[in-house]
Protein backbone atom coordinates (compact mmCIF):
# COMPACT_ATOMS: atom_id res chain seq x y z
CA UNK A 1 0.00 0.00 0.00
CA UNK A 2 1.31 4.07 -0.84
CA UNK A 3 0.46 6.10 1.38
CA UNK A 4 0.48 10.04 0.41
CA UNK A 5 0.07 12.76 3.79
CA UNK A 6 -1.45 16.50 2.80
CA UNK A 7 -2.54 19.32 4.50
CA UNK A 8 0.43 20.53 6.41
CA UNK A 9 2.15 23.62 5.88
CA UNK A 10 2.48 27.08 8.33
CA UNK A 11 0.07 28.09 10.88
CA UNK A 12 -0.04 30.63 14.16
CA UNK A 13 -0.19 28.80 17.94
CA UNK A 14 -3.87 28.41 18.35
CA UNK A 15 -5.12 27.58 15.01
CA UNK A 16 -6.42 24.06 13.58
CA UNK A 17 -4.86 21.53 10.80
CA UNK A 18 -6.11 18.46 9.16
CA UNK A 19 -3.91 15.86 7.98
CA UNK A 20 -4.89 13.42 5.34
CA UNK A 21 -3.42 10.39 4.71
CA UNK A 22 -4.57 8.82 0.87
CA UNK A 23 -3.97 5.06 0.70
CA UNK A 24 -3.79 3.51 -2.71
CA UNK A 25 -3.06 -0.41 -3.10
CA UNK A 26 -4.82 -2.24 -1.49
CA UNK A 27 -8.14 -2.52 0.84
CA UNK A 28 -6.73 0.55 3.12
CA UNK A 29 -10.25 -0.96 6.21
CA UNK A 30 -7.84 -4.16 6.73
CA UNK A 31 -4.64 -1.74 7.87
CA UNK A 32 -4.15 -0.06 11.37
CA UNK A 33 -3.70 3.11 10.47
CA UNK A 34 -1.36 5.71 13.01
CA UNK A 35 0.11 9.31 12.71
CA UNK A 36 4.00 10.01 14.01
CA UNK A 37 5.76 13.01 14.19
CA UNK A 38 9.41 13.99 13.92
CA UNK A 39 11.20 17.12 15.21
CA UNK A 40 14.96 18.46 13.90
CA UNK A 41 17.33 16.89 15.88
CA UNK A 42 14.84 13.93 17.70
CA UNK A 43 13.53 10.82 17.36
CA UNK A 44 10.43 10.40 15.45
CA UNK A 45 7.46 9.78 17.66
CA UNK A 46 4.35 8.63 17.88
CA UNK A 47 1.04 10.88 17.93
CA UNK A 48 -1.92 8.05 16.89
CA UNK A 49 -3.20 5.30 16.10
CA UNK A 50 -7.11 4.21 14.72
CA UNK A 51 -7.92 0.34 14.31
CA UNK A 52 -9.18 -0.86 11.40
CA UNK A 53 -12.77 -0.65 12.20
CA UNK A 54 -12.76 2.77 13.88
CA UNK A 55 -13.86 1.38 17.20
CA UNK A 56 -10.44 1.90 19.00
CA UNK A 57 -8.26 5.19 18.92
CA UNK A 58 -5.06 5.91 20.83
CA UNK A 59 -2.81 9.14 21.47
CA UNK A 60 0.40 10.00 22.76
CA UNK A 61 -0.58 11.97 26.06
CA UNK A 62 0.62 15.36 24.50
CA UNK A 63 -2.39 15.58 22.16
CA UNK A 64 -4.88 14.52 23.97
CA UNK A 65 -7.75 16.40 23.85
CA UNK A 66 -6.35 18.19 21.08
CA UNK A 67 -5.72 15.98 18.41
CA UNK A 68 -8.57 13.93 16.90
CA UNK A 69 -7.84 10.54 14.59
CA UNK A 70 -10.41 9.00 12.36
CA UNK A 71 -10.61 7.24 8.98
CA UNK A 72 -13.27 6.78 6.30
CA UNK A 73 -12.34 3.47 4.76
CA UNK A 74 -14.75 3.77 1.88
CA UNK A 75 -12.32 6.79 0.65
CA UNK A 76 -8.89 5.05 1.82
CA UNK A 77 -8.31 7.93 3.73
CA UNK A 78 -7.34 8.55 7.23
CA UNK A 79 -7.21 12.22 8.92
CA UNK A 80 -5.97 14.11 11.86
CA UNK A 81 -7.75 17.29 12.98
CA UNK A 82 -5.19 18.64 15.20
CA UNK A 83 -6.27 21.86 17.22
CA UNK A 84 -5.01 23.93 19.67
CA UNK A 85 -1.87 24.13 18.03
CA UNK A 86 0.99 24.65 20.08
CA UNK A 87 4.52 25.29 18.74
CA UNK A 88 6.29 22.60 20.40
CA UNK A 89 3.56 20.45 17.51
CA UNK A 90 5.77 21.47 14.88
CA UNK A 91 7.49 18.58 13.26
CA UNK A 92 7.35 16.68 10.05
CA UNK A 93 4.13 14.20 10.40
CA UNK A 94 4.15 10.82 8.91
CA UNK A 95 1.54 8.78 7.91
CA UNK A 96 2.18 4.38 8.84
CA UNK A 97 -0.32 1.77 8.37
CA UNK A 98 -0.61 -2.17 8.78
CA UNK A 99 -2.10 -4.93 8.09
CA UNK A 100 -3.87 -6.57 11.24
CA UNK A 101 -6.20 -9.39 11.82
CA UNK A 102 -8.05 -8.24 14.50
CA UNK A 103 -9.09 -4.66 15.15
CA UNK A 104 -6.24 -2.79 17.32
CA UNK A 105 -4.07 0.33 17.58
CA UNK A 106 -0.20 0.24 17.32
CA UNK A 107 1.99 2.56 18.81
CA UNK A 108 5.69 1.94 17.72
CA UNK A 109 7.12 2.60 14.51
CA UNK A 110 8.75 -0.58 14.67
CA UNK A 111 4.98 -2.42 14.51
CA UNK A 112 4.25 -0.16 10.56
CA UNK A 113 4.99 -1.78 7.75
CA UNK A 114 3.80 1.09 5.46
CA UNK A 115 5.12 4.68 5.50
CA UNK A 116 4.30 8.25 3.79
CA UNK A 117 6.66 10.48 2.65
CA UNK A 118 5.69 12.87 5.12
CA UNK A 119 4.06 16.44 5.57
CA UNK A 120 5.44 19.52 7.31
CA UNK A 121 3.89 21.23 9.85
CA UNK A 122 5.14 24.62 11.62
CA UNK A 123 3.19 26.35 14.34
CA UNK A 124 4.54 30.09 14.83
CA UNK A 125 4.29 31.60 18.55
Known amino acids: VQLIESGGGLVQAGASVRLSCQAS????????SGWFRQAPGKEREFVAS????????NYTDSVKGRFTISRDNAENTAYLQMNDLKPEDSAVYYCAARRTILPRTLTSADEYDYWGQGTQVTVSS
Open 25 to 32: GRAFGLYT
Open 50 to 57: ISQDAVKT
